[in-house]
Structure formats: structure tokens, C-alpha cells
């Protein structure tokens, strides 16, 4: 509910707003009065102490209607600030909370937009509109109070002028409603190809496709340049419209009282009609111009009403993983077990894993193998709760994974995604990230990245561990980036690491050593390692070997080599690759691998 978003420094910037209002209006209002006096003064052409006093009250009522006018001004100013960024951060601690599947279903591409470009969009209509909203139902009601006692015909040609205006503009909105509703939508598609064109560069340039993009890009852009194109045709006449309609209403006043003036019987009628004249057609204008201002603002509400849906639709999203309650303590530390876990993405009829059950304890190490999109980084998904399963069940430390809250959860696991994500800021800050970091200090930092095996390139950085690193980590290479986030998950020292495909972009020395490094140095933390390679999985004390979500064998390296067809053709396939590559050989080539022990040459 709009209202339901105020905060107490909402209501009160509101109040004072309609209270400026209400005082301006009642100024306005008292002007025509004094007029009157005037008028019937000059007329009668006597008391020009009258003309000079109300002349001075009138003018003293237009000072203080424009004083009023700059708090109101003011204050709808800092309500449509603060409302909106009450809204912002509602959507900000909304969008932390989201899961992957929320994300993707919105779009990320959306998300932006909703979070600038909507606030924005509703600020500024409820800056401008806050004031005539409020103001133009109080003006029209309060002056047709003011003039109700007046000549039937007055009234009556204010009534089809105002009928007119009010049928104009419903029959107007009602034309264009649809394009207002387009317009978000259309300037997410235009974001979106600028992002991909931004992000892309490299490989459109690389391919020639610049041509390519610019008509998909240009397609979007059109896109939104035609609808606004029919809103501008629409509304164009809108002005105009109320503009004659206010003209002629004001020749018919003055026409009416013409004739009504000439039927009079006596001079001293005649005067007091003449006043009646002038004071009934301003209190008209006021009227109208109440029902115009609303025309000017009733351009921006379509808008305004699309934004604030879109950006309460995330708000008031729930999450697609609803949380769990429990945050206490657990029987046991650091086990993972799936039972029966079947699941398929939305959408999707093949299920990215199917009946995959294995049990892991503390310090143990899980190894999942398989080829690109046998389900390995959804198994880490289902663990991380990014996703529930279908049937069966996920147990960490003995419990339900649903059972726990965000947070119980995500404290007792360390996180290393595929696709390695750095933020802005030093080597330090992306090491010793999130909730414990104030509970570690540089010591902690510099052994994490001594185990993950980046302590020797962070040290030749030129700022060592204070070097920034850029937005997407820029400036190191994919590599070294893999490593830092392995050093925030060591840093965390959770229960249990997860690291999703973590040693892709290492050599096979680098990958050794880390493995050796967490082997020896994190004994107590339970691993899952996901990996292509036989050769990073072969110490594990589990290994899952995945295939197209099926499990295809599960056991240690030895028992897999008897048993796993898909086991030991990989292993085999590795190892000959592996020796054709010189300077990862270690040792002197042999032809084919032991069937029972190590593959040669590889650890
Ligand atoms: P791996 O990590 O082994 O390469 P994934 O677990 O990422 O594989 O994917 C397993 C399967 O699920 C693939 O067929 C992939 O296309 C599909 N998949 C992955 N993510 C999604 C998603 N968000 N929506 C729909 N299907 C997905
Ligand atoms: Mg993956």
C-alpha cells in the first residue's frame, strides 16, 4: 500500500505540505473578496479609503499565497526525497535477500532500472504533483462554495466548462494508459543492450558484429521512441483544449452578465451586478485552473503508478526459497547429506539432478567430476538453498537445509562461485569480507592467501594486500582472481568450504599446492570440490562422478578406476593430454595409468 511505506518523517513533511496549502488556498480565496469591495467602490465612486486598504490587504494576501507556496513547495520536495528513499532501500535489502531464481526471473537488467530509474521517475512526479493533488480538490470545492449563491447561468456555464475539461482529459488518459505502461519495460530493453553492448565489447569488436548490435540496439531504442511518440500525439492537444474552453467560458460570463446588466431596473443593481461580474468569473478561473493543473500532472501519473508497481513488486516479493526459523545449535558439525535429491530448474522437464544421495562428515572431502552441465554447480546451488529439491531431502549438520534461517546457514558455509566475483576495493577488503570481518585481522588475511596459494602474486602487487582491485577485478587475471575468492572462503573459516569449478583457470602446480595447502591447514573444514579435472578430485574421500544430472559412480579414486567406465576413460584421457604438455610433466612419461593407484605424472 502507498501509505503503508510512510515513515513518520513522511506524514509529517506531508502535513506541513497540505497545511501551506490550505493557507495558500484560503489567501487565494480572499482575494476576489477585496476585489469586490473595489470594484464596487470605483463604481460608486465613492470611499477611496476602501480601494486603498483592500488594494494594500490584496496585495498582503498575494505576498503571503507565494510565501505559502514556497513552504508547500519545499516540503513536498523533502516528502517526495524521503518516500522514495524509504522505497530504494526497501528494494536494496530486498534484492539482497532474493534468490538466484527471483533474480533471473526479474532480470538483472530490471533490477536496475527499478532501482534508479523508477525512484527516480516516482520522485519527481510526487515532488510536482504532491502540491496540485492536494491543492486542486481543496481550491475547486472551496470556490464553488464561494460562488453557489450566484446567477443560475454563471454557474451553469462553469459547470459544462469544467465537464468539458474533465472529459478531455479521462477520454485522453484512457487513449494513451497503455503506452505509459510500456514505457519501463521498453527503457529495460534499452538498458539491457546497452549493458550487453557495454560488458561484450571485446567480443563484438573481435567479430565484427558492431553493425549486429547497433540494429539490436537501435530495434530497442526505436521501440521507445515510437511509443513516447504516441503519447506526445495524444497529449498534444490537451493544452489547447483546456485553454479554449477557459476562453470561451470567460466570454460567456462576461456575455451573460452583459445581458443581465442591461435587463437591470435600477443604476445601484447595475454596480452590484457589474461586481458580481468580475469577482464570479475569477472565482471560475480558480476553478478551472484547479481542474488544469490536474491535467499537467495527470500527464506524469500513468508513469509514476507503472514505477511504483514495479519497484512494490520486488519489495513485496516473497522470496522463492521461503527461510526456515532455526538458528540454534546442532548435534553435529560440518556434515552434508543428500538423501534421494531429485531436481529440476523451472521451466525445465529434465531434471539437473536425479536420485543423487552420498553423506559427507567433518573434514572430510567431497569431489563431484563431470563433464559442462552434468549438474555439479546445481548440486552446490541445492546446498547453498539457492534452489529446494523436488523430492528428497538436503541435511546439513544433520538438519533440513530449510529448516535454518538465511543467516544460520550461510554462516556455517564459505562460498566460492564459479564465475569469480570481486568488488571495488583492496586485496584486504575482498579477503576478510562479510559478517566476521571485524573478528580477523591482516594476520588472517595474509594466511588465507598463503594457503590459496595468492600470497605470492598479492605480494608482488604494488601495494601489496592494500592494492585496489577494480570493479569485476579488472586488473588481475582470471587466475589470481579465482584465488582471492578462495582466500575469503578460507578467511571466513567456515564448516564446511564449497568451492564450484574454483581451480579451472590454475595450473596444475597451483592446483596441487592449494589442494595440499587446504588438506594440511584446514583439516577440521569439510570441502566439496567441484572440478573437470581427475587429477584435482583423486585425494577426495568421495568422489561423485556426474552425468547429465545421473550419478554415474560414487566412491574413492581406486574404486572408481575398477568401477566407473566414465571414471576411467577421463582419468585416461587427462593423463595422455597431460603429457603432451611439457611443462606440467613431472617426472618420466608412461604409457598408460596404473587401473588401481594414481594416474602418473598427475599428483
Ligand atoms: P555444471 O556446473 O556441471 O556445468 P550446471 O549444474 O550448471 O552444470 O547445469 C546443469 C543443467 O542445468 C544444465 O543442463 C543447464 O543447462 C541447466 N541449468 C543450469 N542453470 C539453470 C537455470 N538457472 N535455469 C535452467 N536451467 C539451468
Ligand atoms: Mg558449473
Known amino acids: ?109 530490471s533490477l536496475v532500472t527499478r532501482s534508479t530509474n523508477d525512484p527516480y521517475q516516482l520522485q519527481n512526479f510526487l515532488g510536482r504533483s504532491l502540491q496540485v493533488i492536494v491543492k486542486s480538490p481543496i481550491l475547486a470545492s472551496w470556490a464553488i462554495l464561494k460562488i453557489s449563491g450566484s446567477d443560475w447561468h454563471w454557474t451553469a456555464i462553469t459547470v459544462a466548462g469544467v465537464l468539458i475539461i474533465v472529459c478531455t482529459i479521462a477520454a485522453v488518459m484512457w487513449c494513451v494508459m497503455k503506452y505509459f505502461k510500456r514505457i519501463q519495460w521498453l527503457k529495460d530493453d534499452v538498458n539491457r543492450e546497452v549493458r550487453e553492448n557495454l560488458t561484450g565489447s571485446k567480443v563484438i569488436r ?33 493544452g489547447s483544449t483546456s485553454n479554449t474552453v477557459v476562453n470561451i467560458m470567460t466570454i460567456s460570463i462576461y456575455w451573460v452578465g452583459a445581458m443581465l446588466i442591461a435587463d437591470a431596473a ?64 546442532t548435534s553435529e558439525t560440518g556434515t552434508i547429506e543428500f538423501r534421494a535429491v531429485t531436481f529440476s530448474y523451472p521451466g525445465r522437464k529434465k531434471p539437473a539432478l536425479k536420485d543423487v544421495s552420498f553423506r559427507i562428515g567433518k573434514g572430510q572431502t567431497l569431489a ?26 538436503v541435511l546439513i549438520d544433520g538438519r533440513d537445509a530449510k529448516d535454518y534461517t538465511r543467516k544460520a546457514l550461510y554462516s556455517r558455509l564459505g562460498y566460492v562461485p564459479q564465475t569469480p566475483i570481486i568488488f571495488t576495493g583492496s586485496v584486504e577488503s575482498n579477503v576478510n569480507f562479510g559478517e566476521t570481518s571485524a573478528s580477523r585481522d591482516h594476520g588472517d588475511v595474509l594466511r588465507a592467501l598463503r594457503i590459496a596459494q ?48 574454483s581451480f579451472s583457470a590454475l595450473d596444475f602446480r597451483t592446483d596441487r599446492e592449494l589442494r595440499a595447502g587446504l588438506k594440511k591447514e584446514m583439516a577440521g573444514t569439510t570441502k566439496v570440490i567441484v572440478a573437470q579435472r581427475v587429477g584435482t578430485v583423486m585425494d577426495a574421500d568421495l568422489i561423485i562422478v556426474l552425468d547429465e544430472g545421473e550419478v554415474m559412480g560414487i566412491g574413492t579414486h581406486s574404486s572408481l578406476m575398477e568401477s566407473c567406465r566414465i571414471y576411467r576413460d577421463t582419468a585416461i584421457s587427462q593423463m595422455e593430454e597431460r603429457r603432451c604438455r611439457p611443462e606440467d610433466r613431472r617426472g618420466p612419461p608412461r604409457r598408460s595409468p596404473n587401473r588401481s593407484g594414481r594416474p602418473s605424472g598427475s599428483c
Do not use: H
Not at 373 to 393: A, E, F, H, N, V
Not at 467 to 488: F, M
Open 454 to 501: 595468492a600470497e605470492e602474486f598479492v605480494s608482488k602487487l604494488p601495494e601489496g594486500t592494500d592494492t585496489i582491485l577494480s570493479q569485476y577485478g579488472k586488473n588481475v587475471s582470471g587466475g589470481q582472481k579465482q584465488r582471492v575468492t578462495i582466500a575469503r572462503a578460507i578467511c571466513k573459516d567456515p564448516e564446511t568450504l564449497l568451492l564450484d569449478d
Open 206 to 238: 573481435a567479430y565484427n558484429a558492431e553493425g549486429y548490435r547497433e540494429s539490436k540496439f537501435d530495434e530497442a531504442s526505436d521501440a521507445l521512441l515510437d511509443n513516447n511518440l504516441k503519447i506526445f500525439t495524444w497529449m498534444a492537444p490537451m
Open 266 to 329: 435600477d443604476q445601484d443593481t447595475k454596480f452590484q451586478l457589474f461586481s458580481d461580474m468580475v469577482v464570479f468569473s475569477s472565482y471560475a478561473l480558480q476553478v478551472m485552473s484547479a481542474f488544469m493543473m490536474l491535467t499537467g500532472i495527470i500527464r506524469g501519473f500513468p508513469g509514476a503508478k507503472v514505477s511504483y508497481g514495479r519497484i512494490t513488486e520486488v519489495i513485496e516479493r516473497e522470496r522463492g526459497v521461503p527461510e526456515g526459523s532455526f538458528d540454534g545449535e
Open 1 to 109: 500500500m502507498f501509505f503503508g511505506y510512510f515513515t513518520k518523517k513522511d506524514w509529517a513533511f506531508a502535513a506541513l505540505c497540505t497545511a501551506f496549502i490550505v493557507f495558500q488556498v484560503y489567501l487565494d480565496l480572499k482575494i476576489p473578496e477585496y476585489m469586490n469591495g473595489i470594484t464596487y467602490a470605483i463604481q460608486t465612486g465613492d470611499a477611496s479609503d476602501i480601494v486603498g486598504e483592500d488594494g494594500a490587504r490584496m496585495i498582503a494576501c498575494a505576498l503571503l499565497s507565494l510565501a505559502s507556496s514556497v513552504g508547500a513547495g519545499f516540503f513536498a520536495a523533502k516528502f517526495s526525497a524521503s518516500y522514495t528513499r524509504t522505497l530504494r532501500r526497501k528494494m536494496f535489502s530486498k534484492v539482497q535477500e532474493l534468490s538466484s531464481q527471483d533474480i533471473s526471473e526479474i532480470s538483472a537488467a
Open 368 to 393: 563431484v567430476l563431470g563433464s559442462t552441465g552434468s549438474g555439479k554447480s546445481t548440486l552446490i546451488k541445492l546446498i547453498l538453498r539457492q534452489y529446494d529439491p523436488d523430492s528428497g531431502q
